[in-house]
């Protein structure tokens, strides 16, 4: 790390050790006493991201605000992940408003940066990114359906969203929509975002989804559009630019979650750990026992191995920029939730029947990591880029040298 990288990691682990771990108990009782279906944020959030802006911990995934690199915001975007539903926010760096906040930033005019940047950056309201659809395949958002004509100087919207994830928080107050502008344009041209304010007529929330039964405290909603009207000046970028702008989005946005997954999963080692050095099983600590040596070794392996990848593909962003990365941030998105996985799953197997209660944190990690592997692009998309940029690379001389000396030794 540099050496403003080391002193934001230095404060940022004090602060989660004195302020943040302490307040978890208190977000999940209010959290239990307030229900699934009330999604006002506990009280302690609040006081955390006080004390956390007041420490200059704040929005440190905004290289323009923080002065931070992606690689030098990777180990502290990792941390944050040991506590994924308090840190993040409390330092406003929290999905999905680091999305949004980095698109109003590359695309908004003076007018949209001044009415929702600016009190997004001051942690004032939040924000919702409505792209998935219940209807089709929005792995592929060629196929969204939403409607977003243009009436005199409105663009009318009508359609059906889902996982529009913080939209049921009541401090959200902006949604960014990506639907269809021009359906006779060329495929990758049809699509536009726009801003939407929460409390347009025609907006409505039908319910929050659950993941794996867990109700988020943001929730992710399904909205109904119903001849929803905005101003035409409410439009991000150019008619028909929905794309660049959702892959200028996503691109970030995605390596951010790997590398609190990757805090996620040293957390999930750390539990693991510290239980089978207290459990004793057929007369020894669980730790003695070389099946659960050889799941901790392969844990840290993997943990390793992904944090690596994840700072070469910070690394690229920062030298070359999102596009260039796309390739390594397709690589960290199918590989960091994945690994998740299999740590988690591991110290659950260890913890027995307290594994898949709510008395650790493991199972609704579990739950949210296993989502992870779907949102943002599934695996099967990023590997697909992968494998077509692999099987596209023009060979070296070295691999060129190499193919032709293995065809001259079989056909010899």
């Known amino acids: 790390m540099s050496a403003k ?89 929290a999905a999905p408003d680091t999305g949004n906040m980095e698109t109003l930033h590359l695309f908004a005019t003076e007018e949209q940066r001044t009415q929702w940047l600016e009190p997004l950056l001051n942690g004032e309201i939040r924000s919702a990114f409505a792209m998935t659809e219940p209807a089709v ?5 060629r196929n969204i359906e939403t409607t977003m004509l243009r009436d005199g100087g409105d663009y009318v919207i009508n359609g059906r969203k889902w996982w529009t994830s913080g939209a049921n928080d009541p401090r959200c107050k902006i949604l960014i929509v990506m639907g269809r502008t021009n359906p006779d344009a060329a495929s990758h041209q049809q699509q536009s975002m726009i801003l939407v304010p929460l409390d347009t007529p025609g907006v409505t929330i039908l319910r929050s989804l659950p993941v794996f039964g867990w109700q988020d405290q943001h929730g992710h909603a399904e909205i109904v559009f119903d001849n929803v009207r905005v101003p035409a000046s409410n439009l991000l970028g150019e008619e028909g630019g929905g794309f660049a702008i959702a892959q200028a989005r996503l691109g970030p946005g995605r390596i951010h979650h790997c590398m609190r997954a990757i805090g996620v999963a040293e957390r999930a080692l750390a539990l693991m750990v510290d239980r089978v050095n207290k459990r004793i099983a057929f007369g020894k600590p669980l730790a003695e026992q070389g099946v659960v040596q050889q799941q901790v070794a392969l844990s840290r392996n993997e943990i390793d191995q992904a944090r690596l990848l994840c700072h070469k593909a910070a690394w690229v962003i920062d030298q070359h920029g999102n596009k260039a990365a796309r390739n390594e941030v397709a690589m960290i998105k199918a590989v960091a939730p994945q690994m998740a996985c299999n740590v988690i799953d591991r110290a659950i197997q260890v913890h027995g029947g307290a594994g898949v209660t709510d008395d650790t ?44 000396q293995s065809g001259t030794a079989v056909t010899s």
């Not at 999604?39 to 007041?54: F, I, N, Y």
């Not at 779907?374 to 077509?388: N, T």
Request: one cysteine or more; proline letters at 7%; a negative charge.
């Open 5 to 93: 990288g080391q002193d934001y990691h230095q404060r940022l682990t004090d602060f989660m050790v004195e302020h943040v771990f302490p307040a978890e108990h208190v977000y999940d009782q209010y959290r239990l006493e307030a229900g699934p279906d009330d999604h006002t944020v506990p009280p302690v959030v609040e006081e955390l991201k006080k004390l956390a802006r007041d420490r200059g911990l704040w929005n440190l995934f905004l290289p323009s605000e923080s002065g931070l690199t992606n690689l030098e915001y990777a180990p502290l975007a990792e941390l944050t992940g040991w506590s994924m539903e308090l840190a993040p926010e409390a330092t406003n760096c």
């Open 361 to 404: 944190p493991l199972a609704r990690l579990y739950g949210w990591h296993r989502a992870m592997r779907l949102f943002d692009g599934p695996d099967e998309v990023h590997m697909r880029a992968i494998a077509r940029a692999e099987l596209g690379r023009e060979k070296d001389a070295l691999a060129t040298a190499a193919c032709r």
């Open 137 to 141: 395949a929005s792995s592929d958002a």
